[in-house]
């Protein structure tokens, strides 16, 4: 019913920029929050960030200061600005929101497939 889709991840060097782009599309009424996650190797997933659709937002106190979660409802899409990237930031990262389908059900939970990101030299 509902695919989100992430893109923008690479390989950066230590200190560089990445822009990552979650879109979501199908049967969506509206998208209640949008999130970011990620899962080094051999590690859990953990929340990174989470925007609102009132633009509240959230950061793990790991990325505060360095990354940058944004949306554009018209669009469905999260953004997450990450600059000053270091190594541990490495991971693969995961989009998810809580979408509304009809205005009398309970939002629902959709993840993307994933983005890796790798910050080395």
């Known amino acids: 019913q509902v695919q989100l889709v992430e893109s923008g991840g690479g390989l950066v060097q230590p200190g560089g920029s990445l822009r990552l782009s979650c879109a979501a599309s199908?049967?969506?009424?509206?998208?209640?929050?949008m999130r970011w996650y990620r899962q080094a190797p051999g590690k859990q997933r953990e929340l990174v960030a989470r925007?609102?659709?009132?633009?509240?937002?959230y950061y793990t106190d790991s990325v505060k200061g360095r990354f940058t979660i944004s949306r554009d409802n018209a669009k469905n899409t999260v953004y997450l600005q990450m600059n000053s990237l270091k190594p541990e930031d490495t991971a693969v990262y995961f989009c998810?929101?809580?979408?509304?389908?009809?205005?009398?059900?309970?939002?629902?939970?959709?993840w993307g497939q994933g983005t890796q990101v790798t910050v080395s030299s």
């Open positions: 925007i609102t659709s009132g633009l509240n937002t």
């Open positions: 998810n929101a809580d979408v509304v389908h009809t205005a009398w059900r309970a939002p629902e939970g959709y």
């Open positions: 199908g049967s969506i009424l509206s998208i209640v929050a």
